[in-house]
């Protein structure tokens, strides 16, 4: 498992941006799968968007084209850049990461993987 730490969340208004950040200190995550899934109130966590150790990227289809997912992985971190943001984009965002060697889960699955940030919260108001 890697150390995590979600930053950067707050509170923006409709079609608003926000950058999250995602920091492993003392650890690195370079032959790490990592990605970034929100919460929200009363609903079951989901996937965002997901990015390989080669920088391939994968995002869910309500938020393609309104995020950018990128990781440095000399510097060892994870942003997320959102854009237009809606209200119904608020909720509790988590990085995660998953060993990339042998994965064979899903990659949008939450049970795919090991390794979870204490979560950074997103509101956005109308």
């Known amino acids: 498992q890697v150390q995590l730490v979600d930053s950067g969340g707050g509170s923006v208004q409709a079609g608003g941006s926000l950058r999250l950040s995602c920091a492993a200190p003392?650890?690195?995550?370079?032959?790490?799968?990592m990605a970034w899934f929100r919460q929200a109130p009363g609903k079951a966590r989901e996937a965002v968007a997901i990015i390989t150790p080669y920088a391939t990227q994968q995002y869910t289809p309500s938020m393609k084209g309104r995020v950018t997912i990128s990781r440095d992985n000399a510097r060892n971190t994870l942003d997320l850049q959102m854009n237009s943001l809606k209200p119904e984009d608020t909720a509790m965002y988590y990085c995660?990461?998953?060993?990339?060697?042998?994965?064979?889960?899903?990659?949008?699955?939450?049970?795919?993987?090991?390794?979870w940030g204490q979560g950074t919260q997103v509101t956005v108001s109308s």
């Open positions: 995660a990461a998953a060993p990339w060697r042998g994965f064979g889960g899903s990659l949008f699955a939450q049970s795919s993987y090991t390794s």
């Open positions: 003392g650890d690195t995550y370079t032959d790490y799968l």
